[in-house]
């Protein structure tokens, strides 16, 4: 199997981009050279010529890093926008307070994942759905139908500021007051470059940080200018993905659409805790509850190599599954990944599997539980800081 990755360059020429969208900051991935992938049908810089994943990877460890985002928010407004919400996502949206966020999982009537992300309660009767990759938009129109509610784009990009010294350059960048107390999970309102910006606690790196939404009334520019001067004090990088996809795989973290999909239920994945089963009913909860609750997502360590993402993993010689995840971690000094397998019932750390690595050979791996340290979160929760010495 040949490690290949296909991405999107950019050329100044004249056309028209046709399936896709430019962020409001976008000229500062141009201006690095970025490469990009394409999510939610915007472009998401990946890496930049001028960069290295592994030194951006570290400085979000150490210090911070900021990363243009691929999330796509969607508006749900109105006197049955809560009861729409309960019955879409599978945390009991009732238990949701203004002023905070949750993490929420869609599922088809059979149970299957249609999206993750996360969904912040803006007001009593406005929540912004913050998704993954994945189709959600049409869906929440269809099941609103005779529902006093309105699903709508709010036209809102969304950055990271991600890192143990995130919070510091967050109170550094604000104009007046800077939002205290901001729990892990909290939103809130603060101007920074004289705009007025939503932010919460939240992220997908597993580490301190916070991000931020930009509306079509903001001056971004001017916005990115005053983050990046102001996180120079604290070593604050514009990176890429790449950097973020170590942490995030280290942390367990799930990304829409590779590590899972409509045939997998939440409880296969590893997220059967962000299921409320005892709730009123809500799509997929008949199905749910009868559902298989084997795990069939598993961490991978190999110590040779960074495994092949899409490759296969064997036991005795018969195909286990397939690699859905994959890096080097400088952290742990080991490849990692995500183990898809094809069926449950294996036993962790019951012997070594084969893995396809980076390299074109086979390489001894072990399937492992996730996350691969900080179970308990306590890092994003500013309880804990590992001692990095490297």
Not at 320 to 327: D, E, L, N, Q, S
Request: aromatic share 10%.
């Amino acid at each position: 199997m040949v490690n290949i990755r296909n991405v999107v360059t950019s050329h100044r020429e004249p056309g028209f981009n046709y399936g896709y969208l430019n962020s409001p900051f976008i000229e500062f991935d141009y201006a690095r050279q970025a490469t990009f992938l394409v999510y939610n049908g915007r472009l998401m810089p990946i890496s930049f010529r001028d960069s290295s994943r592994i030194d951006d990877y570290w400085c979000l460890r150490k210090k911070a890093a900021m990363y243009p985002t691929g999330e796509l928010p969607t508006e749900i407004k109105g006197r049955d926008a809560e009861q729409l919400c309960n019955k879409i996502f599978t945390k009991d949206i009732t238990k949701l307070n203004v002023g905070r966020c949750t993490y929420g999982i869609a599922c088809y009537p059979d149970g299957g994942m249609i999206v993750d992300g996360i969904l912040m309660r803006l007001d009593q009767e406005r929540f912004w759905f913050v998704q993954a990759e994945g189709q959600i938009y049409s869906w929440l129109i269809a099941k609103a139908e005779g529902l006093d509610v309105e699903i709508s784009d709010p036209n809102v990009w969304v950055n990271q500021v991600q890192g143990p010294l995130s919070l510091d350059i967050l109170k550094a960048a604000c104009d007046t007051l800077h939002p205290e107390p901001f729990r892990y999970f909290d939103i809130a309102k603060v101007t920074m470059a004289g705009q007025s910006v939503i932010i919460t606690r939240t992220g997908f790196t597993a580490e301190i940080g916070w991000e931020y939404y930009v509306s079509p009334g903001t001056d971004c520019t001017r916005l990115w200018k005053h983050l990046m001067k102001i996180g120079k004090e604290y070593g604050l990088i514009h990176s890429g993905l790449d950097s973020m996809d170590i942490r995030r795989i280290e942390a367990g973290i799930m990304n829409a659409g590779s590590d899972f999909d409509k045939t997998m239920n939440p409880f296969q994945t590893g997220l059967g805790k962000f299921v409320d089963i005892d709730k009123d009913d809500f799509i997929g909860k008949a199905a749910l509850e009868v559902a298989d609750k084997n795990k069939l997502v598993f961490g991978l360590l190999c110590e040779t190599s960074e495994p092949m993402v899409l490759g296969d993993a064997f036991a005795n010689s018969k195909r286990i599954g397939i690699i859905t995840a994959a890096a080097w971690s400088p952290y742990l000094s080991s490849g990692i990944g995500y183990i898809r397998l094809n069926e449950s019932g294996y036993k962790l750390n019951e012997k070594e599997i084969e893995v396809e690595g980076i390299d074109g050979t086979t390489h001894p791996a072990k399937i492992v539980d996730l996350p691969f340290y900080d179970r308990d979160k306590k890092i994003p929760r500013g309880l804990t800081k590992l001692n990095i010495s490297n």
